[in-house]
């Protein structure tokens, strides 16, 4: 007998039969047995039939089984994780839950939605395409030191989000397992984040990870977000030596009693690098010295300096682009405008600094470069520097070939190395600002009737401002009559000085309003790289 695709049966459907009409069976059960293999095949459909799970199990960690799925409105692939736990456990969790669909950083796994079913927590992930790190480690014995600042650098990036939640969300569980890597670009992200407190509930398990748990774990005294400072220290432990920590313990009792004893694992004798040894040393301190994500970014191994360079400018050289990049920071660059003749880097650079642009304690040091800037442009050295720092005799910085435009203010996560113009990133206010914090912001379509208080007060809630700064713009619109969405549709670029709010202000209503699209790049201020979406 031979049956082509699955045409008859009381499992018959039409898709079954679309995905199997290629395929000859020389048996019904041959038919079966292939399809039960077959990786792309739906086998099961969330409750609002927007996700769809498929044949093809991705990995198996010791509480939760991961498969390949689909989000089918957005057509991308997703990671449809199976945990087993109470209805009870899943209750429980309700409100933790809410707050995980709000966690958005890029250094973590995004977490899209969520149900109970069947004995089951099924929540569904961004799929990670490269494995995790420990794998990564694993393949490419120890990698170098480079690769390995820029995960750490990722790592604490999306801790410090993280930990800036009030109160801070502790993830609880990380090492090299649980952290991933996606693409060739070798883009690091914590992951195994909807499941650190249902495994700290199990009742037949130890808390997190023996070898990546801080003392204090151990203790039952409680603990705070300095737990996974520890472990991040375990695991740069494990990048640079390529050993689990504590390998030399056979199980949990051993290492348990190190731990409690303040014994260190023994692969880290095998540190030589005197940076980074003082970094883990600082990161699995006890925890009343121990770093917290931010001191940990901020350490010399990882250290960033930030530096202006001058993208551009017109030929009375009066009107400047610059750019701060902060080296090492992949990814991350702040590009503004200068008007040499009005603005000062003082007052510039607060002002970032007071929209959170940029962080405070590198004021001194970006005003000192912007005066070195102006003065190497006016060829002169006589210009005030009011940050009081000496002037070094370092070249100007290389121009652009794109001369002569001038770009608005704009916080650019592509890389600093190509220029490109109109990103909508900016950073999100926290009780700890920090530039490593972005978002992404699409503009959103209001109708020319919509009161101003509405794109106003949105403007500031998608930018993390709050009801004050929103009241504050909101009157500097009102008191030039602009009361509805079509008034300030209707204005030119130049109106937008008139109205007194600040560079970030106004940028963010504009990018609310109108996206990338608010004003088109000069031919002369497109990326090198030819990229074209530019303010
Ligand atoms: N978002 C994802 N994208 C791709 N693969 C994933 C993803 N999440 C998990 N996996 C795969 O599934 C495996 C099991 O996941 P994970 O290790 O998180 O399970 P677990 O039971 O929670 O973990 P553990 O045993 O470490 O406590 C991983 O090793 C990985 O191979």
């Known amino acids: 007998m031979s049956v082509r695709g699955y045409q008859s049966g009381s499992e018959g459907s039409d898709n079954h039969h679309d995905e199997e009409h290629e395929r000859t069976f020389s048996s019904f059960s041959e038919y079966i047995d292939h399809s039960k293999h077959d990786p792309e095949k739906v086998v099961e459909v969330s409750p609002n039939g927007r996700y769809a799970k498929l044949n093809s199990v991705l990995g198996k960690g010791a509480y939760k089984i991961v498969y390949k799925g689909i989000d089918r409105e957005e057509g991308y692939e997703v990671a449809w994780n199976c945990f087993q736990t109470s209805k009870q456990e899943y209750a429980e969790l309700s409100q933790e839950i809410e707050i995980l669909k709000r966690v958005r950083h890029p250094n973590i796994i995004n977490f899209h939605d969520c149900w109970y079913s069947n004995t089951e927590f099924i929540f569904i992930t961004e799929l990670m395409t490269s494995g995790t790190l420990r794998e990564y480690i694993r393949k490419l014995q120890t990698p170098n030191v480079k690769v390995v600042k820029r995960w750490c650098r990722q790592i604490l990036k999306g801790l410090i989000y993280l930990h800036s939640y009030d109160p ?118 006890p925890e009343h010295e121990r770093y917290s994500a931010q001191d940990a970014i901020e350490d010399p191994f990882l250290g960033v300096e930030p530096e202006v360079v001058v993208l551009s400018t017109n030929e009375a050289k009066n009107h400047l682009t610059l750019q701060v990049v902060f080296k090492g920071m992949d990814k991350l660059s702040v590009k503004f405008e200068f008007n040499a003749d009005t603005d000062t880097a003082e007052e510039v650079v607060n002002e970032m600094i007071e929209e959170q642009v ?178």
Request: proline share 7%; aromatic share 6%.
């Open 168 to 285: 801070p969300i502790i993830h609880r569980d990380i090492k090299c397992d649980n952290i991933f890597i996606n693409g060739a670009h070798g883009e690091v992200k914590i992951g195994d984040m909807g499941t650190a407190k249902m495994k700290i509930g199990k009742k037949y398990t130890v808390i997190g990870t023996p070898e990546f748990m801080a003392p204090e774990m151990y203790e039952e005294k409680g603990y705070n977000e300095k737990v996974d400072i520890y472990a991040f220290g375990m695991c740069l432990l494990e990048m640079v030596t390529g050993e689990y920590p504590y390998n030399e313990c056979k199980n949990a009792a051993q290492i348990f009693k190190k731990v409690t004893q303040g014994l260190k694992p023994d692969c880290l004798a095998k540190v030589t690098d005197p940076e980074v040894l003082s970094l883990i040393n600082h990161c699995i301190a």
């Open 358 to 535: 940029l962080p405070q304690r590198y004021q001194r040091f970006i005003t000192h470069d912007i005066n070195r800037i102006l003065r190497e442009l006016a060829g002169t050295s006589d210009k005030k520097d009011s940050a009081g720092l000496h002037a070094p005799s370092s070249p100007m910085a290389p121009m652009h070939p794109s001369q002569g435009a001038v770009a608005p203010l704009t916080l650019d996560t592509s890389n600093p190395q190509t220029l490109v113009g109109g990103s909508t990133t900016l950073t999100r206010r926290n009780s700890n600002p920090d530039y490593n914090s972005e978002m992404e912001l699409p503009p959103k379509d209001y109708s020319a009737d919509t009161p101003i208080d509405d794109l106003v007060n949105d403007t500031a809630m998608a930018y993390h401002r709050g009801p004050d700064k929103a009241n504050e713009w909101l009157d500097k619109l009102k008191k030039q009559d602009i009361m509805t969405v079509g008034d300030l549709k209707d204005l030119q670029d130049s109106d937008w000085a008139g109205f007194d709010l600040t560079v970030f202000a106004s940028r963010a209503i504009r990018n609310r309003l109108f996206g990338k699209t608010i004003k088109r790049p000069s031919p002369m201020t497109r990326s090198p790289s030819g990229t074209d979406d530019g303010i």
